[in-house]
């Protein structure tokens, strides 16, 4: 095989090369649907056990300033109540009913507060209790898909790793012209380097190759580009043939 014509079959194994290594590599940034439902779901479910356990803290620290305000209540209509047996008119009898009413209204007040929010925690536990045990289960039911992926990806980063040294070893065959041309191309035309010539044309672009041209590369005893796109043109049959 002439030079010529086993840099040509040498730059279609390694356009075969880099097409798979950006196959894995798109890939790998895409996660399945599946995956992508499951973390999105995840996180969804991680926010409201985050916002239910916010809540939560809010409820207790205003319960403990509902209870102080109740100490506070029943403190003062115990020193009315006492009061209430030393008075010596009836104005200051008015007077100290009257703070008395108010301290009863207010105590009254703090402990129904005190209960709506005991309830409420108590259904906020109860559904926080309840939510991280079954994140649990979940957890293990998804582990089996998340397992699948991440291993997976392991595999791809193998694959783009063997490729790219098997890519450096095919490299290092062409002549340096070649290899520059190639670098060049792979570089300038989004990682296609190469394009088939199929029916008469450059399966990239679709410019159609002029017949003394399809066969010269029918022929690949030298470098033919399309007219066009630039990009080294082949046949898959002569690839066939002289490999
Ligand atoms: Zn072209």
Redesign the pocket.
Known sequence: MDSAQHDLTTMVLLQGLYDQIANALAERQTPPPEVRELQEASKQRQRELEELEQKLEDHQGEISEVKRKESECQIELEHFQKQKGMVTNEREFTAVISEIDYATKALQENSDRRHELEAEIQVMSDDITERRGSREDEEATQNEVVTAWEDRKAELKNIVHDHARQAQELEAQLEPKNRARFARLLKSKGGSAL?EVLDGS?S????ALRPHLQQRVRRAQEIIV?E????VLYLAEMEESNS
Do not use: K, N, T, V
């Open positions: 394009a450059c990239l672009c679709h410019f399309c066009h796109c630039y990009r």
